[in-house]
Every structure is written in structure tokens, then in C-alpha cells.
């Protein structure tokens, strides 16, 4: 079945780049979505249609795309961004799906 | 603001079945289709399945096809999750989220979430 597989764990140091990936889109051509899940509390999109950030959303975070592998790039990371993420793209049914997860560890 | 409300915790036994709420409000709720995602604790976010509340047109996760029930009351702007033979494998976190398509049909992502409604069964 359909699966976007992240990396579970992403550590990085306050002020450095943090990347988190999401592989195995189903279909070419499908724009993914990432949430930030802090503990606790229900997901926040953070990224649209591979690269475009809702109001509200500091510009440290940023999306990109590469065939069927989709990278949220959080540049100059601060302590609040330590926090559980997640994609999201549509499989083959049309339906969005999440990816496995992230948990970014700022030291 | 957009605000979805949902209904609060609930325990069950294995074998019933549990209904959860979602109250829309600060938007027109037939205009945005909304979705349900579970989690379990210390586990990733799972799609349940789909509505749109204009049509009462629903979509199921094939894993959940032969005992999930998605309604809605369009003049209480309520969308409802009704989740059958619960076994313990279904204590979760349920959250209601808005999908947010354009007038073209493109999909712009889960804009807004309810704040989750904990299931536990246990006998």
C-alpha cells in the first residue's frame, strides 16, 4: 500500500538548517503538504502545494520537490521549532495521506 | 475565526461504538470539506476518511471502509465520526480537520483542526 516514509529523527543546533524528507509519492506531479505537531496540541500547516507558507508561518520554513520526493527545510531553527512534522500528498485512491513523521530535536 | 469545536473524551467498551462531534464555525461549513484523522499515543497521524458537507458525499481509508460512518447536520454546521466494533486497538486521539479546496478543485491542505476528541476502549 501507499506509504511516505520520513526519517524518524532530525536533530539540529539553534541557528543551524534542519531538513526532513518525504519519499515514495505515489503519483508524479503531486504536491505535498507538511504539518508541525507540537506535544499536545493538534498539527498546524506550515507548507502548501510543495513550497507556499500560510499566513502566519515564519519564512525560516520552506518546502521543495524533486520527482516524488518532497524536503521541509527549516533555516536558523529556534527552540520552538522542536516539535513533531509530518507530509501529506495524494496516493493513487485521490485521497491524502501523512508520511511516518519526523521528531526535530533542537539541542 | 475558524473554529472547529469537537465533543469531549469518551471511554468504551470493546465490541460499541462511539460517535464524536465537529462544530464548524467563522465559515460557511457546506463549502469545505471535512476529514478525520486519528492518532495513537506516541504514534503518527492516520486519514480516516472524508466528506463533503454540501453533498453528504463520503470517502473511507480502505481499513476503516466496513465501520466508519461519516455524517453531518448542515444546520448545526456539525460533521459527525461514528466509529463501530471498537477494540482497543482504536484508543486514539480523533481529530476532526477543514480541507481547503479552491473554486478549481486544487487542494491547499488541512487549514484548520478541531482540538481532538481522546477515545480510550477498555474493558
Known amino acids: 500500500s501507499f506509504e511516505l516514509t520520513q526519517p524518524p529523527s532530525v536533530s539540529v543546533s539553534p541557528g543551524q538548517t534542519a531538513r526532513i524528507t518525504c519519499s515514495g509519492g505515489a503519483l508524479p506531479n503531486q504536491y505535498a503538504y507538511w504539518y508541525q505537531q507540537r506535544p499536545g496540541q493538534a498539527p498546524l500547516l506550515v507548507i502548501y502545494?510543495?513550497?507556499e507558507r500560510p499566513s502566519g508561518i515564519p519564512e525560516r520554513f520552506s518546502g521543495s520537490s524533486s520527482g516524488t520526493t518532497f524536503t521541509l527545510t527549516i533555516s536558523g531553527v529556534q527552540a520552538e521549532d522542536e516539535a513533531d512534522y509530518y507530509c501529506q500528498s495524494a496516493g493513487s485512491s485521490g485521497f491524502y495521506v501523512f508520511g511516518t513523521g519526523t521528531r526535530v530535536t533542537v539541542l | 475565526q475558524v473554529q472547529l469545536v469537537q465533543s469531549g473524551a469518551e471511554v468504551k467498551r470493546p465490541g460499541a461504538s462511539v460517535k464524536v462531534s465537529c462544530k464548524a464555525s467563522g465559515y460557511t461549513f457546506i463549502n469545505y470539506d471535512i476529514n478525520w484523522v486519528r492518532q495513537a499515543t506516541g504514534q503518527g497521524l492516520e486519514w480516516m476518511g472524508w466528506m463533503n458537507p454540501d453533498s453528504g458525499n463520503t470517502g473511507y481509508a480502505l481499513k476503516f471502509q466496513d465501520r466508519l460512518t461519516i455524517t453531518r447536520n448542515t444546520s448545526l454546521s456539525t460533521a459527525y465520526m461514528e466509529l463501530s466494533s471498537l477494540s482497543s486497538e482504536d484508543t486514539a486521539m480523533y481529530y476532526c480537520?477543514?480541507?481547503?479546496?479552491?473554486?478549481?478543485?486544487?487542494?491547499?491542505?488541512?487549514?484548520?483542526w478541531g482540538q481532538g476528541t481522546l477515545v480510550t476502549v477498555s474493558s
Open positions: 502545494r510543495d513550497s
Open positions: 480537520a477543514r480541507y481547503y479546496y479552491d473554486s478549481n478543485g486544487y487542494y491547499y491542505g488541512a487549514d484548520s
